[in-house]
T-cell receptor, first 111, second 117 residues
């Protein structure tokens, strides 16, 4: 079945840069979304990449490589408030109106 | 309200009881999704509604789960004869449309934390 793989945990320090990778299956791929979820909170949309390349939005950037079937979320100038879980998601190949979600990467930003 | 709202925020029930969870989507959003999230896990798709089309129920884990959306707005997720494994956070999301082709920013509510004793 369709699945996405991402690391379960990442730890970094304030001010650093961290990259969270996500690999996906290629069959029927449309694009890759990223969401952020703080503990006890609701997921919030960060970005969507349909084409190869880097999309930058402030301190966060998202990258996609269709040829390598992977993407990543890049977080720069890390702040304590960036401690959260980050999920990649892609449209279901059989019904692209549904999203298939990765299990999430828990990011801990330390002082 | 400006965002998606869900009620109740917390629900504790006894095994075997029925529960109803409510979701109020953002006004004008035609697509509505229900997900389940267990502690430390990803989001498990349950069901989605798109306008007046028949809902996609492919993610419902058993026939104890059902959902409806009245008037294209408010949705209710019902779990009958609850089991302990139903304990999770139930998240509702809405989007302008369930657009084909992939781009589909979903706006999430705060969730309902269901605990089945």
């Amino acid at each position: 079945g369709q699945s996405l793989e991402q690391p379960s945990e990442v730890t970094a320090v304030e001010g650093a840069i961290v990259q969270i990778n996500c690999t996906y299956q290629t069959s029927g791929f449309y694009g890759l979304s990223w969401y952020q979820q703080h503990d006890g909170g609701a997921p919030t949309f960060l970005s969507y990449n349909a084409l190869d390349g880097l999309e930058e939005t402030g301190r966060f950037s998202s990258f996609l490589s269709r040829s390598d079937s992977y993407g990543y979320l890049l977080l720069q100038e890390l702040q304590m408030k960036d401690s959260a879980s980050y999920f990649c998601a892609e449209p279901n190949a059989g019904n692209n109106r549904k999203l298939i979600w990765g299990l999430g990467t828990s990011l801990a930003v330390n002082p | 309200g400006a965002g998606v709202s869900q009620s109740p925020s917390n629900k504790v029930t006894e095994k075997g009881k029925d529960v109803e969870l409510r979701c109020d989507p953002i006004s004008g959003h035609t697509a509505l999704y229900w997900y389940r999230q267990s502690l430390g896990q990803g989001l498990e798709f349950l069901i989605y509604f798109q306008g007046n089309s028949a809902p996609d129920k492919s993610g419902l884990p058993s026939d104890r789960f059902s959902a409806e959306r009245t008037g294209g707005s408010v949705s209710t997720l019902t779990i009958q004869r609850t089991q302990q494994e139903d304990s999770a956070v139930y998240l509702c999301a809405s989007s302008l449309t369930a657009s084909g082709g992939g781009y589909n920013e979903q706006f999430f509510g705060p969730g309902t934390r269901l605990t089945v004793l």
